[in-house]
């Protein structure tokens, strides 16, 4: 419906911002207003009248202009949502549903959105003046000497910045990107758990500092001083190829998940060797071994995929029916997934009748929050809880709550504050050694309150203070059973994360007897750090890791333990 005399002969005055009206001497359409000089359509049956929008007097008869106070033609009425759909919502036929403005526009019920004081303000209950700069998230706004809007209202795409290819990590290049954003590394800064250089004075291969945490440069030289790797998401998980680069590195990372890894073997031709090696009368272990322990977790995953595909069986079940006693074992930990064979560790310490504390220090230790994360899900998938309530249903005393801490997100990649590790360094000596009797409380409170590269820091200011020795040195001296293989396991891995595991594996094999579980536990869970551990045992013990093992086990067992270590 047209008002008589509308529009004009020749169409409608051209709007700022807006497509050109059609030029004199196109055919008429069959709708829209009729022709000039022509009566006005009649209403049609069915359409009710026209109503003028409330609130706004008719137009006189005439031009058609803007209006003082009215938006220009096309554009929604004001009190409409900014950048709305046009011809929505007032002035619209009654009962036609309103459209819907564009993606990420306030809509009614939300909160105004806030401008500087020095941009333009608009008259109260208008359309915001030109002027305002487009907010992140909106669609831009057409303005005097941009490309007009397509007819359907929505601006054409604007020519932006041709896509770029992310470099190594994930972050844009450098020069004249985006500024540094709250939470994220300057350009050209470490992703969050990408490992820096190696520490000063530290054996070779020694792990590399903990991103995120300000360079603490000490320790005397030729004394093996590590730090451990940053928590939040490892580098790793950005590209497979750098995953497969710090698998069995120098340097000590925390564990992936099997989609960080590539697929380099072919799945489809081990699915096919493992299935001969095990078809027929009796198995080729020695297949099995050249095969599953020379691959890493990602490569794994796809040749149990292949093998259900081709075979239509479960590649662990079919291996674990072939095997038996502690290769079995071995073989079953290689073919289940990082965070899955971490969580089944902490439920077998935790399974029946007692604990087994030692089990669950030597899982829980040292976790960053990614692998923290990827055990919790994994334990709540197939468990129904969370490793926080079977803990603390098994455990009493400071060793629940220390463990219970090492199975909480701890702060991450914050620096360092010097006065702050001095402040507990002497408040730790004080609780200790500097008093007769010992406050555990204090040392369970600022071992699970604080980050890594915190400890790491309260550690060494310790070391130079008051006795002049090590802080595993005094809790050895302050402490005892479970609650003092707990702390010894923190301050340890602070100090040097392929220590720590050497030791283990120590513990492990030392004395009357193997503690096969353990030995498994540890070797398959670190398999892709034994670079760094290796090198912590020769130097801690004077021999290899590899004579060892060769030394306490027998069999298919050890070796397919040796093709996991390597020589």
Not at 103 to 127: C, D, F, L, M, V
Not at 235 to 242: E, F, N, Q, T
Not at 510 to 526: C, E, F, M, S
């Given at each position: 419906?047209?008002?008589?005399?509308?529009?004009?002969?020749?169409?409608?005055?051209?709007?700022?911002?807006?497509?050109?009206?059609?030029?004199?001497?196109?055919?008429?359409?069959?709708?829209?207003?009729?022709?000039?000089?022509?009566?006005?359509?009649?209403?049609?049956?069915?359409?009710?009248?026209?109503?003028?929008?409330?609130?706004?007097?008719?137009?006189?008869?005439?031009?058609?202009?803007?209006?003082?106070?009215?938006?220009?033609?096309?554009?929604?009425?004001?009190?409409?949502?900014?950048?709305?759909?046009?011809?929505?919502?007032?002035?619209?036929?009654?009962?036609?549903?309103?459209?819907?403005?564009?993606?990420?526009?306030?809509?009614?019920?939300?909160?105004?959105?806030?401008?500087?004081?020095?941009?333009?303000?608009?008259?109260?209950?208008?359309?915001?003046?030109?002027?305002?700069?487009?907010?992140?998230?909106?669609?831009?706004?057409?303005?005097?000497?941009?490309?007009?809007?397509?007819?359907?209202?929505?601006?054409?795409?604007?020519?932006?910045?041709?896509?770029?290819?992310?470099?190594?990590?994930?972050?844009?290049?450098?020069?004249?990107?985006?500024?540094?954003?709250?939470?994220?590394?300057?350009?050209?800064?470490?992703?969050?758990?990408?490992?820096?250089?190696?520490?000063?004075?530290?054996?070779?291969?020694?792990?590399?500092?903990?991103?995120?945490?300000?360079?603490?440069?000490?320790?005397?030289?030729?004394?093996?001083?590590?730090?451990?790797?940053?928590?939040?998401?490892?580098?790793?998980?950005?590209?497979?190829?750098?995953?497969?680069?710090?698998?069995?590195?120098?340097?000590?990372?925390?564990?992936?998940?099997?989609?960080?890894?590539?697929?380099a073997s072919p799945a489809a031709a081990d699915?096919?060797?493992?299935?001969?090696?095990?078809?027929?009368?009796?198995?080729?272990?020695?297949?099995?071994?050249?095969?599953?322990?020379?691959?890493?977790?990602?490569?794994?995953?796809?040749?149990?995929?292949?093998?259900?595909?081709?075979?239509?069986?479960?590649?662990?079940?079919?291996?674990?029916?072939?095997?038996?006693?502690?290769?079995?074992?071995?073989?079953?930990?290689?073919?289940?997934?990082?965070?899955?064979?971490?969580?089944?560790?902490?439920?077998?310490?935790?399974?029946?009748?007692?604990?087994?504390?030692?089990?669950?220090?030597?899982?829980?230790?040292?976790?960053?929050?990614?692998?923290?994360?990827?055990?919790?899900?994994?334990?709540?998938?197939?468990?129904?809880?969370?490793?926080?309530?079977?803990?603390?249903?098994?455990?009493?005393?400071?060793?629940?709550?220390?463990?219970?801490?090492?199975?909480?997100?701890?702060?991450?990649?914050?620096?360092?504050?010097?006065?702050?590790?001095?402040?507990?360094?002497?408040?730790?000596?004080?609780?200790?050694?500097?008093k007769i009797g010992t406050d555990e409380k204090?040392f369970v409170e600022i071992f699970n309150n604080?980050?890594?590269?915190?400890?790491?820091?309260?550690?060494?200011?310790?070391?130079?203070?008051?006795?002049?020795?090590?802080?595993?040195?005094?809790?050895?001296?302050?402490?005892?059973?479970?609650?003092?293989?707990?702390?010894?396991?923190?301050?340890?891995?602070?100090?040097?994360?392929?220590?720590?595991?050497?030791?283990?594996?120590?513990?492990?094999?030392?004395?009357?007897?193997?503690?096969?579980?353990?030995?498994?536990?540890?070797?398959?869970?670190?398999?892709?750090?034994?670079?760094?551990?290796?090198?912590?045992?020769?130097?801690?013990?004077?021999?290899?890791?590899?004579?060892?093992?060769?030394?306490?086990?027998?069999?298919?067992?050890?070796?397919?333990?040796?093709?996991?270590?390597?020589?």
């Amino acid at each position: 419906m047209s008002y008589p005399g509308y529009p004009p002969a020749g169409g409608y005055p051209a709007q700022p911002g807006y497509p050109a009206q059609q030029a004199p001497g196109y055919p008429a359409q069959p709708y829209g207003a009729p022709p000039a000089g022509q009566a006005p359509y009649s209403p049609q049956p069915g359409y009710p009248a026209h109503q003028p929008a409330p609130g706004y007097p008719p137009q006189p008869a005439g031009a058609y202009g803007t209006q003082p106070g009215y938006p220009p033609a096309g554009q929604a009425y004001p009190g409409a949502a900014p950048g709305a759909y046009p011809g929505a919502a007032p002035g619209a036929y009654p009962g036609a549903p309103s459209q819907p403005g564009y993606p990420g526009q306030p809509q009614p019920g939300y909160p105004a959105q806030s401008y500087p004081s020095s941009y333009p303000q608009a008259a109260p209950g208008h359309a915001p003046a030109a002027g305002y700069p487009p907010q992140p998230g909106y669609p831009h706004q057409p303005a005097p000497g941009q490309p007009p809007h397509t007819a359907a209202g929505y601006p054409p795409a604007q020519p932006g910045y041709p896509p770029q290819p992310a470099p190594a990590g994930g972050y844009p290049p450098a020069a004249g990107g985006y500024p540094p954003q709250p939470g994220y590394p300057a350009a050209g800064a470490p992703y969050p758990g990408a490992a820096p250089a190696p520490y000063p004075g530290a054996y070779p291969g020694a792990p590399a500092a903990y991103p995120g945490a300000a360079p603490v440069h000490h320790g005397a030289p030729g004394v093996p001083v590590a730090m451990v790797p940053v928590a939040g998401v490892p580098a790793a998980v950005a590209g497979p190829s750098s995953a497969a680069a710090l698998f069995n590195s120098a340097t000590y990372t925390p564990f992936f998940p099997f989609s960080s890894y590539p697929v380099a073997s072919p799945a489809a031709a081990d699915a096919d060797a493992l299935h001969h090696a095990m078809k027929g009368i009796g198995t080729d272990e020695a297949a099995l071994i050249r095969i599953l322990c020379k691959r890493n977790p990602g490569e794994i995953h796809a040749i149990r995929e292949a093998y259900r595909t081709k075979f239509g069986k479960d590649l662990v079940k079919r291996v674990e029916s072939e095997t038996s006693g502690n290769f079995k074992k071995v073989l079953g930990g290689v073919l289940t997934d990082p965070d899955a064979y971490q969580a089944e560790c902490l439920y077998l310490a935790m399974k029946g009748l007692g604990t087994n504390e030692d089990g669950l220090i030597e899982v829980l230790v040292g976790k960053c929050n990614a692998e923290l994360a990827m055990m919790e899900k994994a334990y709540e998938r197939e468990h129904k809880k969370s490793i926080r309530h079977a803990l603390e249903s098994e455990l009493s005393s400071h060793l629940k709550h220390l463990l219970v801490g090492c199975a909480t997100p701890r702060e991450e990649g914050k620096p360092v504050n010097a006065d702050a590790a001095r402040a507990d360094a002497e408040r730790l000596y004080k609780a200790g050694e500097g008093k007769i009797g010992t406050d555990e409380k204090a040392f369970v409170e600022i071992f699970n309150n604080r980050s890594y590269a915190h400890l790491r820091e309260t550690f060494r200011i310790y070391e130079t203070a008051h006795k002049h020795h090590s802080m595993t040195h005094a809790i050895e001296s302050e402490f005892s059973g479970d609650l003092k293989r707990c702390l010894h396991a923190i301050a340890l891995f602070v100090r040097n994360p392929g220590e720590f595991y050497a030791e283990q594996l120590m513990a492990a094999m030392k004395g009357a007897g193997t503690n096969d579980a353990k030995l498994i536990r540890i070797v398959i869970a670190q398999r892709h750090n034994m670079v760094c551990i290796k090198a912590a045992f020769a130097a801690k013990y004077g021999k290899s890791l590899a004579h060892w093992v060769e030394a306490e086990t027998s069999g298919d067992y050890k070796k397919a333990l040796i093709e996991l270590i390597g020589h």
